[in-house]
C-alpha cells in the first residue's frame, strides 16, 4: 500500500469527523433533533466502513511484507548455497590439476628412464632357434608354441583415478554413478588422503538430490573421522545447511557456531557468520 493510497482514507476519516462535530454543535436547535441525530448515525456508519476499510489493506500490506521477507530469505539461501558450492568445486579442480601434473611428472621420469636404457651399449644376443615360441608354466619354451605380447591384466583402476571419475560424474549431474564410484574408492582405499574428499562426495551426491536426511548423515562422517581434514570445515557448513532444510534451526545454529570456532580463518567460517547474523534479524 503506498503512502499517497494511506494518506486517502484518512483525508475521508478526517473529512467525516469535521462533519460529526458540525452537526454535533448544532444538534441542540430546537426541531432538527431527529434529522440531526440520523446525519450523526450516518457519518458514524462511514467512519466504521472506512476504518475497516483501512484494517483491510494494513492486512494485505502486512501479508505482502512477510510474503517479501520469505522470499528474500530464500534467495538469499540458494546464493550461500551456490557460493559454497563453487567453492568445494574450486578446490577439487585444484586437487585434481594437482594429480594430474603429478601424473605427469611420473610419466615423464619413465620415458627418461627408457630412453637411458636404450641407449644404453648391451651385449648381442643371438638368435633361438626357437624364436617366436613362449615360455610355458615352469619357465620352459614349448617347441612350436606361438609367440603373444600379451601385457598383464591391470589391476584396476588407481585411488585417483576412481576418485577423479566420480567426481567428474557429480560435477556433470550423474549422481548415482558418482556415489557409487564414491562408495567404491571408500570400500577399496579407506586409508588414502583423498579418502576425507571421497566422503565429502557422498554427502554432496546426496545433497545435490534433495536427501538431506542422508546427506547430513554422510557430512557428519567426515568430521569424525578426519576433524582436522582440509574437507572438515566445508562438511561442517553443509552438514549445518542440511539441518536448516530439515527443519533442525537449533541444531543448524550450533553446527555454524562450531564451525566458526574450530575454523575461524576458513571460507566457510565466513559464510556460516553471515547465516547467523541472518537468523538473529
Not at 483525508?11 to 431527529?34: D, E, H, K, M, Q
Not at 644404453?120 to 613362449?134: F, I, Q, T
Not at 571419475?165 to 579407506?190: H, N, S, V
Not at 557422498?202 to 536427501?211: L, M, R
Request: with cysteine; net charge neutral.
Amino acid at each position: 500500500m503506498t503512502p499517497a493510497g494511506a494518506a486517502a482514507p484518512l483525508r475521508r476519516g478526517a473529512g467525516a469527523i469535521a462533519v460529526l462535530v458540525l452537526l454535533g454543535s448544532s444538534a441542540l436547535t430546537p426541531g432538527c433533533y431527529t434529522t440531526q441525530l440520523g446525519l450523526l448515525r450516518s457519518g458514524l456508519d462511514s467512519l466504521r466502513a472506512q476504518v475497516d476499510t483501512m484494517r483491510a489493506n494494513d492486512a494485505v500490506a502486512a501479508r505482502l511484507i512477510e510474503d517479501t521477507r520469505r522470499e528474500v530469505g530464500e534467495q538469499r539461501d540458494l546464493v550461500l548455497s551456490a557460493q559454497a558450492r563453487q567453492s568445494s568445486t574450486q578446490r577439487d579442480l585444484a586437487d585434481l590439476v594437482s594429480r594430474l601434473e603429478g601424473r605427469l611428472d611420473e610419466v615423464l621420469s619413465r620415458v627418461t628412464r627408457v630412453s637411458e636404457r636404450s641407449g644404453a651399449s648391451r651385449p648381442p644376443v643371438a638368435p633361438h632357434p626357437d624364436a617366436g615360441s613362449v615360455p610355458a608354466a615352469g619357465g620352459t619354451a614349448a617347441p612350436g608354441t606361438p609367440a603373444t605380447s600379451a601385457p598383464a591384466s591391470p589391476s584396476g583402476p588407481s585411488p585417483s583415478q576412481l576418485f577423479d571419475l566420480a567426481t567428474r560424474d557429480l560435477t556433470e549431474g550423474r549422481y548415482p554413478l558418482a556415489l557409487q564410484g564414491y562408495r567404491e574408492f571408500l570400500a577399496k582405499f579407506p586409508d588414502t588422503e583423498l579418502a576425507d574428499n571421497a566422503q565429502y562426495g557422498v554427502g554432496e551426491c546426496f545433497f545435490a538430490q534433495a536427501a538431506f536426511d542422508s546427506a547430513a548423515a554422510e557430512y557428519a562422517k567426515v568430521g569424525e573421522r578426519w576433524p582436522q581434514g582440509d574437507r572438515a570445515p566445508a562438511a561442517l557448513y553443509k552438514l549445518a545447511l542440511s539441518q536448516e532444510r530439515l527443519g533442525r534451526s537449533a541444531d543448524a545454529r550450533a553446527t555454524f557456531e562450531d564451525l566458526v570456532k574450530r575454523f575461524p580463518a576458513s571460507s566457510e567460517a565466513g559464510l556460516a557468520r553471515d547465516r547467523i547474523g541472518a537468523s538473529r534479524r
